[in-house]
């Protein structure tokens, strides 16, 4: 029965790249069984000689994806030099990138895994954004990033989705007269909470349509104006208790007031 393959896997970042295409390798032979050991961080010959002497001793193959080209070439070199089978995963990819893109490679290592990060970090603030939305629970507001105070129809969910796209974790908590906001609101650094503040004669279009679009009539209380500045009022006194910045979101699409927040994050 043939021995299991051997491979060891050399990266100079974490080695997950190398490990799937060498795995998707694997899978179409001895039905996909065999053991396999990375070596992260390669940044030396010495790593490089260690790691050629246990595949010589183990009779194992090498699939590395070094982005230095004189570490590359060593391998290469010393493998060869050696008698070893060492598969060099980025190494051609990257010189026909460069000649078909006209310039050379940043020779970074490890960007595919900041980028994934990147991508993690997006995903992880949308789902933030989904389950602390509109006050559904307190505890959000002392995990957040950023904390929306506003009253109905201030576009309060839709800006928390689009600066969860920009890796902000946002809460965003509905201010009502007969409600009184969540204690955690008194308990957080006033800079991290902003307040929507909108014209009455803004929000009573904005609530007409509303309305209209539900299939109902534009006389509700939702839409009545002595009702509308009740609950302005009471979001002025909020705001105040709390200390923080308010945003005038009247004349203001979403893009343009999310701007204005992260202009006030990074100041901040």
Sequence with gaps: MCAKPLVYVLSDSVGETAE???KAGLSQFNNG???LHRIPYVENTKIIDDSIEMAIEKNAVI????VDPELRRYVNEQAKKRNVEAIDIMGPMLDSMERVFGKPPRLQPGLVHKLDEDYFKRVEAIEFAVKYDDGRDPRGISRADIVLLGVSRTSKTPLS???ALKRLK???VPI???VDPPEELYDIDPDKCIGLKISPDKLNDIRKERLKALGLGDQAIYANMERIEEELEYFNK???KIGCRVIDVSNKAVEETANLIMHMIDEH
């Design 161 to 163: 989705q689009y600066l």
């Design 238 to 240: 909020i705001t105040e």
């Design 33 to 35: 069984e065999y053991d």
């Design 176 to 178: 009502v007269p007969e």
């Design 170 to 172: 946002v809460a965003n």
């Design 20 to 22: 799937l295409v060498i």
């Design 63 to 66: 699939g590395f994806t070094i």
